[in-house]
């Protein structure tokens, strides 16, 4: 099988913007699709015909909308140089985007983006509300073949570049090699918040001596970064923090996560996720989060505050 590539995160804007090391332990402590039979998958027949076209074995498209905005937490010096384009980079933003992602029977993916006008406008500020809309994205954006294209208004390309390998071969194994899929499951996982495993996330806390909590239906489960030296490949310094993440094991839902640092606990970064009813779905709604960062330079705090909001989900499976 072909290896599938990820286009890079800034790029779709598919993901909120996790730091690194929270990024090691989601890939840790989340499954992929799981096996439920809850959905009958069309006959082996039918599976086969579906197999050898041309046609995608898995279709799925979605919308995101994102909400920025960075609060500068020091003052800057009148004298700094820097200070105009720090404002102006601070200042709220917000970006609306429809994804399409295909998959194929030889584990190839094609992945397409398009700007949207955005909706959620109350969001910003009155004087940013009134300003035209202008995408700081390609008119659309392809993947294919491994290679990310970006196309403008006219359709004329106008960039290109290779991308690494990612967690999209896994997904392509599981859905050609499944007799059951969940649709919704799916989804999440091309999102990149897939549905949790219990016994997984249980058993590699306690391989870390993690420290586990229960409250009513939520398990707080806190995670000594350190313990993933060996696989995260990160430099020991980044990794002294800890992870607090919270769990609805009965729902297979992450409801967030909070991440600190070792040296007098401090608060760098925590979320919030949102998800439609069980028996509509299932699939993330919305997340809310928040980052703290000291430049290493100037000394000047930010707080990041990020709103995701996702919409418009379908999937069809042709297997």
């Known amino acids: 099988m072909k290896n599938v590539k990820l286009p890079p995160k800034k790029l779709f804007a598919v993901f909120f913007n996790l730091p690194s090391v929270i990024a090691i332990v989601l890939l840790l402590t989340t499954s992929a699709c799981d096996k439920n039979l809850m959905q009958e998958l069309p006959s082996s027949e039918r599976s086969a015909a579906a197999r050898l076209s041309s046609e995608a074995l898995l279709t799925t498209s979605y919308e995101i909308e994102e909400y920025s905005a960075t609060q500068i937490l020091s003052k800057i010096p009148a004298e700094n140089k820097e200070k105009a384009f720090i404002e102006i980079a601070a200042q709220p933003r917000l970006a609306r985007q429809r994804v399409e992602f295909k998959l194929f029977a030889d584990g190839a993916y094609e992945m397409t983006t398009t700007p949207l006008q955005p909706t959620k406008t109350a969001l910003l500020p009155p004087v940013l509300q009134k300003k035209p809309y202008e995408s700081v ?49 799916v989804v999440n996982e091309i999102i990149g918040h897939p549905l949790v495993n219990e016994k997984y996330i249980l058993t590699l806390a306690r391989e ?21 030296g060996i696989e995260s490949n990160e430099a020991a310094e980044n990794l002294r923090k800890y992870s607090v993440q919270h769990y609805d094991f009965a729902n297979k839902r992450m409801l967030g996560e909070k991440l600190y640092d070792k040296n007098g606990d401090k608060l760098l970064y925590r979320s919030t996720i949102f998800y439609r009813p069980v028996k509509e779905g299932n699939q993330m709604e919305k997340i809310l989060s928040e980052s703290y960062h000291e430049d290493p330079k100037t000394g000047i705090k930010t707080r990041q505050i990020k709103q995701a909001y996702y919409t418009d989900m379908k999937v069809n499976l042709n297997i």
Not at 159 to 182: E, H, I
Not at 209 to 223: D, H, L, M, W
């Open 208 to 228: 870390k001596n993690a420290s586990i909590k229960v409250n009513g239906i939520v398990t707080e489960i806190k995670f000594d970064l350190e313990a993933f």
């Open 137 to 185: 994205l390609a008119h659309k954006t392809v993947v294919q073949n491994n290679v990310v294209r970006f196309f403008d208004k006219d359709g004329k390309e106008t960039g290109s570049a290779k991308l690494k390998p990612s967690r999209f071969d896994a997904l392509a194994r599981k859905v050609l090699t499944s007799t059951a899929l969940n649709k919704d499951e």
